[in-house]
């Protein structure tokens, strides 16, 4: 009872002077309901804004502001808190005089705009104080921090960690810049430590979910693909970015789980050269080939000088070669050859084009085909197939009196050959099927 009596009589400015915002709180939002006084409603703003309640405390300051010219700062500073900035400069500018902590925060919010010269002036307007020193410090960090980036983005790597190294309050994101460009210079052990120190020892939610996405991309980079997803998972527990998601899907897509990396490539924008040419590889390892083909045209259409321009092409002959429609096959794999001459794909393309000649038939211009990609130095991986299918196909031609007279010259040319065990089979099931035991 005698709380109660406490709170009806006590005046709620007495609450406001002793700092007990909660009780004071509670005090006005009673009053309110009772009183349409101008000063009730901003004393209730002021204790909603100092409890956090900024959605009630804007809602109540806005009813006094022609009375309560001071009504516009505690609004700014509502609107700062729900990172609603401009709102936030609005109320400032309002201000009939000048409040010292409203230029504080005008130069946060141009710090966070990224207009580190504006907030310069902010903060150099602030009487001298440790927050006014601590500010300028965090200001020329800020400015370190861009000149590294943009450092960063023309490529310079080493001038891009010197700056970044001699940030000194901002140390979360001199850690995360150094670690992001060391990944660059392929220096993975050392920014792997940087980023298990940060993932543990972090407390910024921003900054913790940063360092576990440049976690999951050094882990793809090294190959080390379950590493990756467990950063890239926790990341997408935490949120959701474009980047995660690609990065997923590139992971999936190396282990060959193409049904769950769709998954993650389907939350990606088609305006993106990667994205589109991802999506419509995976289509094509699903075994989707119409869906693959309309994305990759799509592809070729929007993106002439993506740098997956030729594995485009190459999966789009690929698509033709499968469906048996071997001139439009032949057609995407010249293409690659004319307008492609370095490209990996080149031998892969010429032998494309000798097999959709063998399927037609056409053993002579298959065989010449076969030849001259033998010349390719690039993709020797590929030579033991190709060298038995020349010898196959000299078999059509004539060059050898049955398959097996080739199969075992081929053996004889190329003893060490991995398809040495596969082609003794083959010929033992030849010599089987003709009952010549």
Same mark, same amino acid.
């Given at each position: 009872?005698?709380?109660?009596?406490?709170?009806?009589?006590?005046?709620?400015?007495?609450?406001?002077?002793?700092?007990?915002?909660?009780?004071?709180?509670?005090?006005?939002?009673?009053?309110?309901?009772?009183?349409?006084? %101008?000063?009730?409603?901003?004393?209730?703003? =002021?204790?909603?804004?100092?409890?956090?309640?900024?959605?009630?405390?804007?809602?109540?300051?806005?009813?006094?502001?022609?009375?309560?010219?001071?009504?516009?700062?505690?609004?700014?500073?509502?609107?700062?808190?729900?990172?609603?900035?401009?709102?936030?400069?609005?109320?400032?500018?309002?201000?009939?005089?000048?409040?010292?902590?409203?230029?504080?925060?005008?130069?946060? =919010?141009?710090?966070?705009?990224?207009?580190?010269?504006?907030?310069?002036?902010?903060?150099?307007?602030? %009487?001298?104080?440790?927050?006014?020193?601590?500010?300028?410090?965090?200001?020329?960090?800020?400015?370190?921090?861009?000149?590294?980036?943009?450092?960063?983005?023309?490529?310079?790597?080493?001038?891009?960690?010197?700056?970044?190294?001699?940030?000194?309050?901002?140390?979360?994101?001199?850690?995360?810049?150094?670690?992001?460009?060391?990944?660059?210079?392929?220096?993975?052990?050392?920014?792997?430590?940087?980023?298990?120190?940060?993932?543990?020892?972090?407390?910024?939610?921003?900054?913790?979910?940063?360092?576990?996405?440049?976690?999951?991309?050094?882990?793809?980079?090294?190959?080390?693909?379950?590493?990756?997803?467990?950063?890239?998972?926790?990341?997408?527990?935490?949120?959701?970015?474009?980047?995660?998601?690609?990065?997923?899907?590139?992971?999936?897509?190396?282990?060959?789980?193409?049904?769950?990396?769709?998954?993650?490539?389907?939350?990606?924008?088609?305006?993106?050269?990667?994205?589109?040419?991802?999506?419509?590889?995976?289509?094509?390892?699903?075994?989707?080939?119409?869906?693959?083909?309309?994305?990759?045209?799509?592809?070729?259409?929007?993106?002439?000088?993506?740098?997956?321009?030729?594995?485009?092409?190459?999966?789009?002959?690929?698509?033709?070669?499968?469906?048996?429609?071997?001139?439009?096959?032949?057609?995407?794999?010249?293409?690659?050859?004319?307008?492609?001459?370095?490209?990996?794909?080149?031998?892969?393309?010429?032998?494309?084009?000798?097999?959709?000649?063998?399927?037609?038939?056409?053993?002579?211009?298959?065989?010449?085909?076969?030849?001259?990609?033998?010349?390719?130095?690039?993709?020797?991986?590929?030579? %033991?197939?190709?060298?038995?299918?020349?010898?196959?196909?000299?078999?059509?031609?004539?060059?050898?009196?049955?398959?097996?007279?080739?199969?075992?010259?081929?053996?004889?040319?190329?003893?060490?050959? %991995?398809?040495?065990?596969?082609?003794?089979?083959?010929?033992?099931? =030849?010599?089987?099927?003709?009952?010549?035991?």
């Amino acid at each position: 009872m005698s709380s109660i009596i406490l709170f009806l009589f006590l005046q709620g400015y007495d609450y406001l002077n002793q700092r007990d915002f909660s009780e004071a709180l509670r005090y006005y939002e009673w009053k309110t309901k009772v009183s349409s006084q %101008p000063d009730v409603h901003y004393n209730y703003g =002021i204790c909603a804004l100092a409890e956090g309640r900024f959605e009630e405390a804007i809602s109540s300051l806005r009813r006094v502001l022609d009375t309560k010219p001071n009504a516009s700062y505690y609004l700014g500073v509502a609107y700062y808190r729900l990172s609603k900035y401009d709102s936030a400069l609005y109320y400032f500018s309002r201000l009939k005089r000048d409040i010292k902590s409203a230029r504080y925060y005008l130069g946060l =919010i141009k710090l966070k705009q990224g207009r580190i010269e504006q907030a310069k002036r902010c903060i150099d307007s602030l %009487p001298d104080s440790d927050i006014r020193t601590c500010l300028s410090g965090c200001i020329e960090d800020l400015d370190r921090l861009q000149s590294a980036r943009e450092r960063f983005i023309k490529g310079d790597y080493k001038g891009a960690i010197e700056l970044y190294r001699k940030v000194s309050r901002l140390s979360g994101y001199r850690q995360l810049g150094c670690a992001r460009t060391l990944i660059e210079l392929h220096q993975y052990k050392k920014a792997k430590n940087i980023l298990d120190s940060l993932i543990t020892t972090i407390s910024d939610s921003s900054l913790y979910s940063l360092a576990l996405l440049e976690a999951g991309r050094l882990s793809y980079r090294a190959r080390n693909l379950r590493r990756a997803k467990k950063y890239l998972k926790e990341y997408l527990t935490i949120r959701t970015s474009n980047t995660a998601n690609f990065l997923m899907g590139k992971v999936l897509s190396d282990e060959g789980r193409y049904r769950e990396a769709a998954r993650y490539f389907r939350r990606l924008p088609d305006s993106v050269d990667a994205f589109l040419f991802y999506k419509g590889r995976t289509d094509y390892f699903l075994g989707f080939w119409g869906r693959a083909e309309e994305q990759l045209m799509r592809h070729r259409e929007i993106f002439p000088n993506s740098k997956y321009a030729d594995r485009a092409v190459y999966i789009l002959a690929s698509i033709n070669f499968k469906r048996k429609e071997y001139e439009s096959a032949i057609d995407f794999w010249e293409e690659l050859v004319r307008n492609f001459p370095g490209s990996n794909y080149i031998k892969a393309a010429k032998i494309g084009i000798g097999n959709a000649y063998y399927n037609m038939k056409k053993y002579r211009k298959a065989l010449s085909t076969y030849l001259e990609a033998r010349k390719e130095k690039k993709s020797l991986e590929q030579d %033991p197939q190709l060298n038995l299918k020349i010898y196959e196909t000299r078999y059509r031609l004539g060059y050898y009196r049955s398959l097996v007279e080739a199969l075992r010259r081929y053996l004889r040319d190329y003893p060490d050959s %991995p398809l040495g065990p596969r082609v003794r089979l083959r010929i033992a099931q =030849i010599l089987f099927n003709q009952k010549s035991y």
